[in-house]
């Protein structure tokens, strides 16, 4: 990792937004130097960007180099040759995932990158976190379905429907991926514990959150972004009108990606 992309990558995992290391970057700034350097006329144009938790953390470097430092002595997240990250202003296989547009400043995986570095067909599964019996059967077929056919299934990790898919894909030793709303030590739902560590050693693990970075709920909005738009095709088991599946139906419409309903 590069100077300016290692920069990015502290202030990232200290707090500052997408969007001001964005713009530093876009506007070939030294991150930490504009951040909390001294040139006035230089800060204030960078200041206008900010965000209000931005302007809160660029008031102290003192604790930014003490954060910085702690991460430095503790970087075995990188060091784990599991983990790639990929930055949004190289050239890479998120690419032919989402646009650029909705693509975060860094995305982290572990696991098999074969699954989005390779041309895959990939299906998002999705649905209600309390299927109904019913609809857990169906939903088993569909999956069985996709994964003799080759597809890559993609759900977000959720109870019911999203677990359901991870579980049976890998089941049937066929390929997932499973896009995290937090980053690979914070697991939510705690109960999928061991279903990531099962994923991380045969299919894949995705997430726009790096180890230091803490979830919330834009965080899960996020997920279904990437669920929506990194599909050839989505199949929606179960929902209602209020949910996180209805959140990405639409974002997958807007996409416009084939859209399949079980009934």
Same mark, same amino acid.
């Given at each position: 990792?590069?100077?300016?992309?290692?920069?990015?990558?502290?202030?990232?995992?200290? !707090?500052?937004?997408?969007? %001001?290391?964005? $713009?530093?970057?876009?506007?070939? $700034?030294?991150?930490?130097?504009?951040?909390?350097?001294?040139?006035?006329?230089?800060?204030?144009?960078?200041?206008?960007?900010?965000?209000? =938790?931005?302007?809160?953390?660029?008031?102290? $470097?003192?604790?930014?180099?003490?954060?910085?430092?702690?991460?430095?002595?503790?970087?075995?997240?990188?060091?784990?040759?599991?983990?790639? /990250?990929?930055?949004?202003?190289?050239?890479?296989?998120?690419?032919?995932?989402?646009?650029?547009?909705?693509?975060?400043?860094?995305?982290?995986?572990?696991?098999?990158?074969? /699954? %989005?570095?390779?041309?895959f067909k990939r299906?998002?599964?999705?649905?209600?976190? =309390?299927?109904?019996?019913?609809?857990?059967?169906?939903?088993?077929?569909? %999956?069985?379905?996709?994964?003799?056919?080759?597809?890559?299934?993609?759900?977000?990790?959720?109870?019911?429907?999203?677990? /359901?898919?991870?579980?049976?894909?890998?089941?049937?030793?066929?390929?997932?991926?499973?896009? +995290?709303?937090?980053?690979?030590?914070?697991?939510?739902?705690?109960?999928?514990? =061991?279903?990531?560590?099962?994923?991380?050693? =045969?299919?894949? +693990? +995705?997430?726009?959150? !790096?180890?230091?970075?803490?979830?919330?709920?834009? !965080?899960?909005?996020?997920?279904?972004? $990437?669920?929506?738009?990194?599909?050839?095709?989505?199949l929606v088991v179960?929902?209602?009108?209020?949910?996180?599946?209805?959140?990405?139906?639409?974002?997958?419409?807007?996409? !416009?990606?084939?859209?399949?309903?079980?009934?």
């Amino acid at each position: 990792m590069n100077n300016t992309r290692a920069q990015l990558y502290l202030l990232k995992q200290y !707090g500052f937004s997408d969007s %001001i290391l964005e $713009y530093i970057f876009e506007s070939n $700034y030294q991150p930490i130097d504009v951040i909390f350097g001294n040139d006035s006329f230089i800060n204030l144009q960078v200041e206008q960007h900010y965000t209000k =938790k931005d302007n809160e953390l660029a008031k102290d $470097y003192h604790l930014f180099e003490l954060f910085a430092r702690n991460v430095k002595n503790k970087n075995d997240f990188l060091d784990d040759e599991n983990v790639k /990250l990929y930055f949004k202003y190289d050239k890479n296989a998120i690419d032919k995932l989402l646009p650029r547009d909705k693509q975060p400043l860094f995305f982290y995986a572990k696991g098999n990158v074969d /699954l %989005i570095e390779q041309d895959f067909k990939r299906v998002s599964i999705i649905g209600t976190r =309390k299927p109904n019996e019913d609809f857990i059967k169906k939903g088993r077929k569909a %999956i069985k379905n996709y994964v003799n056919k080759g597809f890559v299934t993609v759900s977000g990790l959720a109870e019911g429907i999203d677990t /359901l898919t991870h579980e049976v894909t890998l089941e049937l030793t066929g390929k997932t991926i499973a896009v +995290l709303p937090t980053n690979f030590i914070e697991i939510y739902p705690k109960k999928n514990i =061991k279903l990531v560590q099962d994923i991380s050693e =045969k299919g894949l +693990l +995705l997430s726009a959150m !790096g180890p230091y970075e803490h979830a919330y709920k834009s !965080g899960f909005l996020e997920r279904n972004t $990437y669920v929506a738009a990194m599909c050839d095709e989505l199949l929606v088991v179960q929902t209602n009108l209020k949910s996180g599946t209805m959140n990405t139906l639409r974002k997958a419409s807007a996409l !416009g990606k084939k859209i399949y309903y079980l009934d």
